[in-house]
């Protein structure tokens, strides 16, 4: 779009911004404009800090974070009126996979992102290393193998070590799920999901839900996630269960192989009613105040 055409549709436009990306000058010609945080607690405590997020500066406020605000969770939220949403899947870009052979439980993930928020003192680590290492026996005590896409450098022997003494296959993401048509065939070649959530979130209890776990959902793959909140919000299914500890871990591994066939439908039947776009953008649409 020709800069003078974008000029003139913003005169009259709605912005979604998402994660923060658009700085004060490329928000400025827009009529009014929404944040949206995609990565619960820790987002609110960088924005008491840096003031470019633009958290006082937009004229409406949306997150993921379903959980902010509840009293187990200490982000404080400073005044700032965040609605809330789920992330958001499109059902017809992921079909039902349930009927497809599976072969391992996997996820994808950054194993080191070298962020940190600060509180009171408190260290919010978003490195998702350590919460892996804490259910490094879980696949094996449940019986199920597990593949997970993570970037493990070469150079990490001893990481790369440990991963392969539990059972786990290791793959390189950007061989593996370097284009969203890898990705999806990855995600719905899966058994189902295992994943860890990042320290931060588990300490901060936002209640986020990753967009990954929704395409898992999706494609009819049962998922078993770290808790962070999000479990205070969502009907209890058999597609999707949450763990505290790794033995909470193994025995959501154990009941979802206990009867796939329905933790399949289930994962299905999850996304179509929770996080679907035809029952999320709506909410998002009168969020941003334009619906």
Known sequence: MAPAELAARARDAALLNLAASLTPPLRAP???TT???LDPGPFQLWAREHPLLGVGSHDRYLTIGQHLGAPDSPVPLDGVPWAR??????LPAWPDAADRPARSWTTVTQWWTNQYAFLDGVTYDCNKRPGFLDVLDAPGRAGVAFEIAANVHESETADRALLAAHGWTLVAPEETVATPEAFRRY?????GELSAAKPAYVKARPGWVSDRTICYLASGRPCVVQATGAEAHLPGSAGLRFFRTPDEAVDGLRAVEADYPAACRAARALAR????????????LRAMGVA
């Open 85 to 90: 949403t789920w992330p958001a899947v499109h």
């Open 187 to 191: 995600v719905q070649a899966s058994r």
């Open 30 to 32: 827009f009529a009014s």
């Open 273 to 284: 009613d929770v996080f679907a776009t035809d029952v999320v953008l709506p909410g998002i």
């Open 35 to 37: 944040l949206f945080d």
